[in-house]
């Protein structure tokens, strides 16, 4: 980690943890309405989480190969095995 | 026996037999003759490859069988394995690439490899080890038990004959299980596990769509399910007994247990060996996120498949007498769909049950061959020596799952699955704080991995169910409140502070700490960098 890449490491690891936290609040979504094509709102809520932690980590990958990749750059080292 | 269905079910079997085979030739190396080729399949998997392979080794058959079974018998906590599934990724993202880059280095084969090196410390890696076989037995033994449920829905077992003729059908399959893993190593269940996870995905799809179209939509499903349970609670209170059927969670107490279950699955899921085998076998560190952001998918089908519990109670499915909720899935399939379409779901399953339990023997055998054989039987042990030793153990592990499951009760391996994953969370400190810091003393760790393992094992012990008097229920009440949380949890807690205390007052005694085998450069190497070659040379170990 270094001056051009701590904030980077840091929004990843905001997004990681807006990932991985609603799953745990259960009694947020423990419900049944509003329900949508049928599925109480427990069931496609989850679904839903499902579709946003991949849309986060997937943002999280590019922030941290970018981060990753400034690290190296600051400590010498050839990029492109990483790709 | 139906005979389309058994046609179309021999045929898909057949064709993973010969693709187990000719996996040895896929990607082919110089020599077979090392644990990097034979356990890692050459260390050399891309993205696409990873995908199938993780996929394929984290969603097992038995989650396919016990997932729904759970939801179809009413219990409200069944679709924790949702949640469980989204909390694991980011997890993955965060701390496997380091695993990744510090095990590539020094060519280590494990997770207790790493903790050997890390710590300086064989008999911290040898506790690493010995918690991942136990775990990973009875998870084998249990895709044995899925295997097993599709083929007495088939017809293959009569009910009559001794234990070894009525299960003669799920011998043969491992057998040939047992043949292909041994001369192909991982690459044979990579190769599998697209078809595999090409069949789950078609038939899981075709299911969630074409059933409950057939019951009247998903609205009228959940309709059925909650008047099936409301009555089905009512007469339990009739009869004065408790009323647990449910939906979902909607007290307190249940929703402390999803959370917690589904916290306790995530932390552990990356400790068992298997999910380390497939991890490592990856070419180089961006497959891991890449694949982090691209695995939920999976998720996603899991949560479809879970639901076809919901849908088997709507659809009246008879499960026998007395009732094994564990074929419900499999007797839906059965009740619903064209023969033909049927043998393709069973051999949905039934492979779905080989790609695991291969990947599960050969991550038993690297762990017994790199943390028992080489470090206190065979020092000297060269790396076609491990790679034998290996082999003869996936077939000694597979068969001692087999004999376990047929021979034994069959609840016992079920028991041994719950506190498997009791048992597999506590060696989490040991590796995951390793990743970051060498701040906690080594016999700290493993005097805080001894006591969670002794409590952990007591109170499942001491947890009754209403049908039975031990190992009734992977949650207990957390000491002090009346809140009921899971077992793996309250155990990691002191295993966290036994470990904290213990370093504390190790280091005020100033007991030796052991050396540090690795450099803080090592958990952020990449393929390319020195000692992290594309093509290893087994003769010569990086390090």
């Given at each position: 980690m270094n001056a051009r890449s701590t904030g980077l490491w840091v929004l990843t690891g905001i997004l990681l943890v807006v990932a991985a936290v609603p799953p745990l609040l259960v009694p947020v979504y423990a419900r049944t309405t509003p329900t949508l094509w049928g599925f109480p709102f427990f069931f496609w809520f989850q679904f839903l989480l499902v579709i946003w932690a991949a849309v986060l980590t997937t943002g999280a990958y590019f922030l941290a190969k970018e981060a990753y990749r400034r690290d190296r750059a600051a400590r010498g080292m050839r990029n492109g095995g990483s790709r | 026996m139906n005979g389309v269905a058994f046609g179309v079910f021999l045929f898909l079997f057949l064709l993973v037999t010969v693709m187990g085979f000719a996996a040895a030739r896929w990607r082919r190396a110089k020599t077979m003759d090392s644990l990097d080729e034979w356990g890692l399949g050459g260390r050399g998997f891309g993205t696409f490859i990873a995908w199938f392979l993780i996929g394929g080794d984290l969603y097992t058959a038995y989650t396919f069988i016990a997932v729904p079974a759970t939801l179809f018998a009413g219990s409200v906590t069944g679709f924790f394995a949702v949640p469980y599934t989204i909390i694991i990724y980011p997890m993955v993202f965060a701390f496997l690439p380091r695993l990744w880059s510090v095990s590539h280095r020094h060519g280590y084969v494990t997770p207790a490899d790493f903790v050997e090196g890390r710590y300086g410390s064989k008999s911290l890696g040898l506790a690493v080890a010995a918690t991942g076989i136990v775990a990973t037995m009875p998870y084998i033994a249990l895709q044995l038990v899925g295997m097993q449920?599709?083929?007495?829905?088939?017809?293959?077992?009569?009910?009559?004959?001794?234990?070894?003729?009525?299960?003669?059908?799920?011998?043969?399959?491992?057998?040939?299980?047992?043949?292909?893993?041994?001369?192909?190593?991982?690459?044979?269940?990579?190769?599998i596990a697209f078809v595999k996870d090409t069949l789950i995905y078609l038939v899981i799809i075709?299911?969630?769509?074409?059933?409950?179209?057939?019951?009247?939509?998903?609205?009228?499903?959940?309709?059925?399910?909650?008047?099936?349970?409301?009555?089905?609670?009512?007469?339990?209170?009739?009869?004065?007994?408790?009323?647990?059927?449910?939906?979902?969670?909607?007290?307190?107490?249940?929703?402390?247990?999803?959370?917690?279950?589904?916290?306790?699955?995530?932390?552990?899921?990356?400790?068992?060996?298997?999910?380390?085998?497939?991890?490592?076998?990856?070419?180089?560190?961006?497959?891991?996120?890449?694949?982090?952001?691209?695995?939920?998918?999976?998720?996603?089908?899991?949560?479809?498949?879970?639901?076809?519990?919901?849908?088997?109670?709507?659809?009246?499915?008879?499960?026998?007498?007395?009732?094994?909720?564990?074929?419900?899935?499999?007797?839906?399939?059965?009740?619903?769909?064209?023969?033909?379409?049927?043998?393709?779901?069973?051999?949905?399953?039934?492979?779905?049950?080989?790609?695991?339990?291969?990947i599960m023997s050969i991550a038993a055998a690297n762990l017994w061959t790199r943390n028992i054989y080489k470090a206190f039987i065979n020092r000297a042990a060269t790396p076609v020596q491990e790679a034998r030793q290996a082999k003869l153990v996936s077939l000694v592990v597979k068969f001692g799952a087999l004999i376990f499951v047929l021979a034994l009760n069959k609840s016992f391996a079920i028991n041994l699955q719950l506190l498997g994953g009791v048992w597999i969370l506590q060696t989490f400190p040991a590796i995951v704080a390793g990743l970051y810091t060498r701040w906690f003393h080594r016999w700290a760790l493993l005097a805080g991995w001894l006591a969670s393992m002794v409590y952990g094992t007591w109170v499942a012990y001491d947890t009754p169910s209403p049908t039975q008097a031990h190992f009734g229920s992977s949650v207990h009440?957390?000491?002090?409140?009346?809140?009921?949380?899971?077992?793996?949890?309250t155990a990691f807690i002191l295993n966290v502070v036994v470990a904290v205390v213990g370093t504390v007052v190790l280091r005020a005694l100033r007991v030796p700490d052991g050396v540090d085998g690795t450099r803080p450069e090592d958990y952020v190497a990449d393929i390319g960098d020195e000692g992290v070659e594309p093509e290893l040379n087994p003769v010569q170990p990086a390090h």
């Amino acid at each position: 980690m270094n001056a051009r890449s701590t904030g980077l490491w840091v929004l990843t690891g905001i997004l990681l943890v807006v990932a991985a936290v609603p799953p745990l609040l259960v009694p947020v979504y423990a419900r049944t309405t509003p329900t949508l094509w049928g599925f109480p709102f427990f069931f496609w809520f989850q679904f839903l989480l499902v579709i946003w932690a991949a849309v986060l980590t997937t943002g999280a990958y590019f922030l941290a190969k970018e981060a990753y990749r400034r690290d190296r750059a600051a400590r010498g080292m050839r990029n492109g095995g990483s790709r | 026996m139906n005979g389309v269905a058994f046609g179309v079910f021999l045929f898909l079997f057949l064709l993973v037999t010969v693709m187990g085979f000719a996996a040895a030739r896929w990607r082919r190396a110089k020599t077979m003759d090392s644990l990097d080729e034979w356990g890692l399949g050459g260390r050399g998997f891309g993205t696409f490859i990873a995908w199938f392979l993780i996929g394929g080794d984290l969603y097992t058959a038995y989650t396919f069988i016990a997932v729904p079974a759970t939801l179809f018998a009413g219990s409200v906590t069944g679709f924790f394995a949702v949640p469980y599934t989204i909390i694991i990724y980011p997890m993955v993202f965060a701390f496997l690439p380091r695993l990744w880059s510090v095990s590539h280095r020094h060519g280590y084969v494990t997770p207790a490899d790493f903790v050997e090196g890390r710590y300086g410390s064989k008999s911290l890696g040898l506790a690493v080890a010995a918690t991942g076989i136990v775990a990973t037995m009875p998870y084998i033994a249990l895709q044995l038990v899925g295997m097993q449920v599709v083929l007495q829905v088939l017809g293959l077992q009569p009910s009559s004959g001794n234990w070894f003729l009525k299960d003669l059908p799920l011998f043969i399959a491992f057998l040939i299980l047992a043949a292909y893993t041994y001369s192909s190593g991982l690459r044979a269940p990579a190769l599998i596990a697209f078809v595999k996870d090409t069949l789950i995905y078609l038939v899981i799809i075709v299911a969630v769509i074409y059933i409950p179209h057939h019951l009247g939509g998903w609205g009228q499903v959940f309709h059925t399910v909650k008047s099936n349970f409301d009555s089905s609670n009512a007469a339990a209170a009739a009869a004065g007994q408790p009323a647990t059927k449910g939906v979902f969670p909607a007290t307190g107490v249940g929703q402390w247990a999803y959370a917690s279950l589904a916290l306790g699955s995530a932390l552990a899921l990356f400790m068992y060996p298997h999910s380390v085998t497939g991890v490592l076998s990856t070419r180089n560190r961006g497959v891991i996120r890449r694949n982090a952001a691209l695995l939920p998918a999976y998720s996603f089908l899991l949560g479809l498949l879970a639901l076809l519990g919901f849908v088997a109670v709507a659809a009246a499915v008879k499960v026998g007498n007395p009732p094994n909720a564990q074929l419900a899935i499999p007797q839906l399939m059965e009740d619903q769909f064209p023969s033909w379409f049927a043998g393709v779901a069973y051999a949905a399953i039934v492979i779905g049950a080989l790609v695991p339990a291969a990947i599960m023997s050969i991550a038993a055998a690297n762990l017994w061959t790199r943390n028992i054989y080489k470090a206190f039987i065979n020092r000297a042990a060269t790396p076609v020596q491990e790679a034998r030793q290996a082999k003869l153990v996936s077939l000694v592990v597979k068969f001692g799952a087999l004999i376990f499951v047929l021979a034994l009760n069959k609840s016992f391996a079920i028991n041994l699955q719950l506190l498997g994953g009791v048992w597999i969370l506590q060696t989490f400190p040991a590796i995951v704080a390793g990743l970051y810091t060498r701040w906690f003393h080594r016999w700290a760790l493993l005097a805080g991995w001894l006591a969670s393992m002794v409590y952990g094992t007591w109170v499942a012990y001491d947890t009754p169910s209403p049908t039975q008097a031990h190992f009734g229920s992977s949650v207990h009440v957390f000491p002090g409140t009346h809140t009921g949380i899971y077992i793996a949890i309250t155990a990691f807690i002191l295993n966290v502070v036994v470990a904290v205390v213990g370093t504390v007052v190790l280091r005020a005694l100033r007991v030796p700490d052991g050396v540090d085998g690795t450099r803080p450069e090592d958990y952020v190497a990449d393929i390319g960098d020195e000692g992290v070659e594309p093509e290893l040379n087994p003769v010569q170990p990086a390090h």
